[in-house]
């Protein structure tokens, strides 16, 4: 059995500060199937680095086409265009090669690739998640080590020191991430004001505010919870806090607790009473991540619980400069708020079957060497899981953004999300189990016995 190799939550923390503060001082809605890029060059010149590229004046080479399956789908996302534009210069500078997105919200890619996976199709380029979650696919030998690439064409020495550990198992890489995130509620002022409620300092008062703006008929918070994830990452942060600090869910896997533990029967509680203050859209359940976001976005909520990938996407929309972030509350006087839920990004990995596979490889460098840069451009690179250059407020990020990256400043340690940490079998049990408290309220007590079954008959 292969082993990931794991930093522990502190020093990624530390990672996360040291590089972002240098940098600051100088997975959706829409497309279910694939769109081609456009071919249209763009203005700049991205360095591609020693990628044994062929000129774009060379003819009668074999038209290839790379699939390229990702998580970018919505167009009011900048990751979206600036994905395109990297994309159009690469297939302008080489003529022969097409590149052909597939743009899926993150739930559907996640449900694409295991059905690619077990039927060893899987896209020349896809999208994985770290730890647990990209596991059986590596244990299936279905993904190509990328320790050649990286080390190759200096592209290893771009990333965040130590990030790459959560996509390396028995020493060989075998996905290069696009974030590293911590988890953080975002709050539009104006509404806040309008009902006459301050940040909460702690998730009781959180709870009053909720109670307060849904007296104002203003909606509390958005969350799009058919991408089953995000009530998960949410409710994990209240774990966080109820556990007193990091390692619930490793406790579990070392048999040091068990999920009737009081710890995770009070979060359960807590998460609930959020749930039945009315916190949440009405149908919650039937808003993908984008539609969720994007009443936050247009002004149509007053919170938003996510990671600060969210950041990018928040600051092009019409609520920008009118946006102000707080860290996640104590509850009931326990956790430190700066300890964060943990968020090293999706990420990408090419199939060891790939039909053109140095040519893949050769995209995926380019791609990955522009990344940083087209993403700062487009106002997105907060929370990227590479190095920065530039200076973040001079070119414009709004006074919202450089809070997020104050934030990271000031990280303590934390959890990765569950369905990072525990096998698959039993993170599903627990995604569709936290889902069920957004539609009817249930017993802590048999939230909890349904969680130890699940991990005791998943058991590896």
């Known amino acids: 059995m292969r082993k990931w190799r794991k930093i522990a939550g502190p020093v990624l923390a530390t990672v996360l500060a040291v590089s972002l503060a240098a940098c600051g001082g100088g997975g959706k809605n829409g497309s279910n199937g694939t769109d081609t890029a456009s071919n249209s060059s763009s203005n700049s010149n991205p360095a591609s680095g020693d990628t044994g590229s062929a000129s774009a004046s060379e003819s009668g080479k074999e038209n290839i086409t790379i699939t390229f399956q990702n998580i970018y789908p919505d167009p009011t996302d900048p990751k979206y265009q600036m994905l395109r534009k990297i994309v159009g210069q690469y297939e302008s500078d080489h003529p022969n090669i097409k590149i052909e997105l597939d743009s899926l919200n993150t739930d559907q890619q996640k449900l694409k690739l295991k059905t690619q996976a077990a039927s060893k199709e899987v896209p020349d380029i896809t999208v994985v998640n770290p730890s647990a979650q990209m596991k059986p696919f590596v244990d299936a030998g279905l993904f190509a080590p990328l320790n050649e690439m990286v080390e190759k064409n200096g592209l290893k020495g771009t990333f965040q020191e130590g990030i790459l550990d959560y996509y390396t198992f028995d020493g060989n890489l075998y996905a290069l991430p696009d974030g590293n ?91 609930q009473n959020l749930v039945q203050a009315g916190a949440f859209q009405e149908g919650a359940t039937s808003f993908d991540y984008n539609a969720g976001e994007n009443l936050f976005k247009t002004g149509k909520a007053a919170m938003y619980f996510m990671g600060s990938w969210a950041t990018g996407g928040i600051e092009t929309s019409s609520v920008n400069g009118n946006i102000g972030v707080f860290k996640f509350p104590t509850v009931s006087g326990k956790g430190n708020p700066d300890e964060f839920m943990l968020a090293p990004g999706s990420a990408f990995a090419v199939s060891k079957d790939s039909k053109h596979l140095q040519e893949t490889l050769d995209f995926l460098n380019y791609y990955m060497l522009n990344y940083p840069k087209e993403a700062f451009a487009v106002k997105g690179a907060v929370g990227v899981a590479q190095k920065v250059d530039g200076d973040f407020k001079a070119a414009g990020y709004s006074d919202m953004a450089m809070e997020v990256l104050n934030l990271f400043k000031g990280v303590k340690g934390g959890d990765l999300a569950f369905d990072n940490t525990m096998n698959p079998g039993t993170a599903q049990i627990h995604l569709s189990s936290i889902q069920n408290l957004f539609v009817t309220k249930v017993p802590a007590a048999d939230v909890a016995k349904e969680h130890q079954k699940a991990f005791e008959d998943n058991k590896e």
């Open 181 to 271: 995130n911590i988890a953080i509620v975002y709050y539009n002022k104006q509404l806040f004001e309008k009902a006459g409620v301050k940040v909460p300092t702690t998730f009781e008062e959180m709870v009053e505010v909720v109670k307060q703006l849904k007296a104002k008929k203003i909606q509390p918070m958005a969350i799009g919870e058919k991408d089953t994830w995000t009530g998960s990452f949410l409710f994990m942060n209240v774990l966080l806090r109820t556990n007193g600090g990091p390692g619930f869910l490793k406790d579990v896997l070392g048999g040091k607790k068990t999920f009737e533990d009081p710890a995770f029967t009070e979060a359960v509680d807590a998460f």
